[in-house]
Structures are given as structure tokens and as C-alpha cells.
């Protein structure tokens, strides 16, 4: 089990400085607590380098100004943070969290007056995203019963807080039933999407994955993209419901914390996973390319 991740040692990157990790803290009176005004990034280092460090740096200013903060930092004073910080912690593999969100300067929902906090930290046990046992037979999916919203209800382009709590609801439906993730459908029944990760489906050369119009397009999403169209696969992004699942041979998910997780079965209907799938294919391709990339 993963240890607390208040209480250890270390160093965390806070408002352009290195303190104690366990000293790192943020007032109970913050906006960013309350009202959930705060955008995160996340990211992985494979061998002491951030695949796609820019990328995300780009996407956390990006999904800040979304929500009307503007950091008090350059994207190259946060670049340079992420990797002192991965030096200082004497770390190689790693996942690289920044976070911003708006502090105890003002309570209530106007902004007018609101103080902007920064923070990075990096650890490298996060085991408990998904087990390795997990992530090699596939995982067991149920779809939630949680909706990802219309775009003009929710930022879906923001990393944002606030939308991540149907993430975390459609999970904790999930694993209480016994499943180790959710799909969640849109706001129209199409499917979307798993609670932290893009997901793809496999039928022969053919690659389907849904149009992020509601919800996050991953840059491991783009990245296997990419990857699969280099290899000679077609991929066709458009709205998929959920009843046409059952003629897919494969399906997996996709994101940084995920990489690619291949699943074993969503409700009742069940995928191929193992060595011979593309998807066990592609596993090896994502992680030759990262660790060429880094
Ligand atoms: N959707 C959601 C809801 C996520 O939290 C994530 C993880 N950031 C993704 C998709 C995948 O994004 P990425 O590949 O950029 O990590």
C-alpha cells in the first residue's frame, strides 16, 4: 500500500521555493479548497526526463487561464522547477504533479481578490493507480452511472478540480461494486471516456476512440494517436454509443498515470487482452518511445 502522502521526506516546489515536503501545507481557508479553484497537471519522468514536459507546462496555463487564474509564473520558470525539483529529490521514474489554486486571500466566490498559489511535487510509488497484476490481465470496467457534462456546463479542456469529483464518484462506484475502474458516458450516452484516462477500442487494423468534444484529449491520447497512424492502423475518432462496444475485439485505456491499460471487460462484455493483442503490441511501442523521448 502506498504510504500517506502528507507525512514523508523530501522536498515540494511551492510558490518558487524548495521546502520540506511535510511542511508544505495550504491554510483550511483557501477558494481552492472550498470552491474547488484549482487546475493540476500530470506528468511522467522515465529516466530523469518529463516526456512531453512542454506539453503539459503549455496545458496547465492553458487550463489556469480557462478558469480566470493567471499564474504568477513563466511556463519556463515552471519547466525549470519540474526538473530541479526531480534532481533535488534524486528521482529517474517518477510522476510529476503541479498544482495552482487560490488561496485564503479572499473566501466567498468572487476572485476580485484572490491570491494565486503554485506547487509541484514528484513521487515514485504510485502503485495504487493500478496494480501491475491489473494492468497485465486487463482491467474490469463498469460504466457509471455519472455523466461527463456539456461543454458549455463544465471546462472540458481544463485540467480543472472541480469536474474531477464525477471522476472520483464514477471510481468509488466502481471499486465498491468490485471493478477496478468506471466508463463514463456524455452528457448525450456516448462513450466518453474512463475516470483518469482516454479510451480506445481495436477491431482488426482498425482503431476507434471517441471525439473529445466533452472531455480531456490526453496527450497520451494524441501520442498513441500518432503512434498507431505511423504504424499503418486507421483511426477514426468519432461518437460511439455504448451498445456498439460489443463488436470491438480490444479496448484499452490511455493516459499518464495508465500509459496504456489494457481492459478486460467492460459490464458484461468481454475483450482479448494477453501477448498476442495489439494492444500488449502497443505497450511495448509506448514505452520504447518514451524511454527514447527521455
Ligand atoms: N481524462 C481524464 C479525466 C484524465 O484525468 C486524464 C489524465 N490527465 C486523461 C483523460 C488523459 O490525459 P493525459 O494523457 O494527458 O494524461
Keep these: ?25 495550504a491554510h483550511i481557508i483557501s477558494q481552492g479548497l472550498h470552491y474547488a479553484s484549482a487546475v493540476f ?5 522515465y529516466n530523469g526526463k518529463i516526456f512531453k514536459s512542454n506539453e503539459h507546462t503549455i496545458r496547465f496555463f492553458k487550463s489556469a487561464e480557462i478558469i480566470g487564474m493567471n499564474l504568477p509564473y513563466s511556463e519556463e520558470e515552471i519547466n525549470l522547477a519540474k526538473n530541479e525539483l526531480i534532481k533535488k529529490m534524486n528521482l529517474k521514474d517518477c ?15 468572487s476572485t476580485s481578490n484572490s491570491d494565486i498559489n ?6 515514485d510509488d504510485w502503485d495504487s493507480y493500478y496494480k501491475i497484476e491489473d494492468r497485465k490481465a486487463g482491467l474490469r470496467l463498469i460504466t457509471s452511472p455519472w455523466k461527463r457534462p456539456a461543454p458549455d456546463t463544465a471546462p472540458y479542456e481544463a485540467k480543472a478540480s472541480g469536474p474531477y469529483i464525477i471522476c472520483t464518484m464514477s471510481k468509488e462506484y466502481a471499486e465498491k461494486k468490485g471493478y477496478h475502474d468506471a466508463l463514463m458516458l456524455d ?9 483518469g484516462a482516454n479510451i480506445f477500442f481495436i477491431q482488426d487494423k482498425s482503431i476507434h476512440t471517441p471525439i473529445p468534444d466533452c472531455f480531456l484529449n490526453g496527450i ?10 505511423s504504424q499503418g492502423f486507421e483511426i477514426t475518432e468519432r ?15 490511455t493516459g499518464t498515470a495508465a500509459e496504456i491499460t489494457p481492459i478486460r471487460s467492460i459490464d458484461n462484455i468481454n475483450f482479448n487482452t494477453g501477448d498476442n493483442t495489439t494492444t500488449f503490441k502497443f505497450m511495448g511501442d509506448f514505452s ?3 524511454s527514447k523521448t527521455s
Design 220 to 229: 497520451t491520447r494524441q501520442t498513441v494517436i500518432e503512434m498507431s497512424k
Design 1 to 25: 500500500m502506498t504510504k500517506s502522502f502528507e507525512n514523508r521526506d523530501g522536498l515540494i516546489w511551492l510558490n518558487g521555493e524548495f521546502i520540506e515536503w511535510k511542511n508544505a501545507k
Design 288 to 290: 520504447n518511445l518514451v
Design 239 to 253: 461518437h460511439i454509443l455504448p451498445e456498439e462496444i460489443s463488436k470491438y475485439d480490444e479496448a484499452f485505456l
Design 118 to 123: 503554485v506547487a509541484i511535487a514528484v513521487w
Design 187 to 195: 452528457y448525450r450516452g456516448y462513450v466518453a471516456e474512463g475516470t
Design 95 to 109: 510522476y510529476v504533479r503541479p498544482i495552482a489554486w487560490r488561496g485564503g486571500n479572499q473566501m466567498g466566490l
Design 41 to 45: 497537471e500530470g506528468e511522467r519522468a
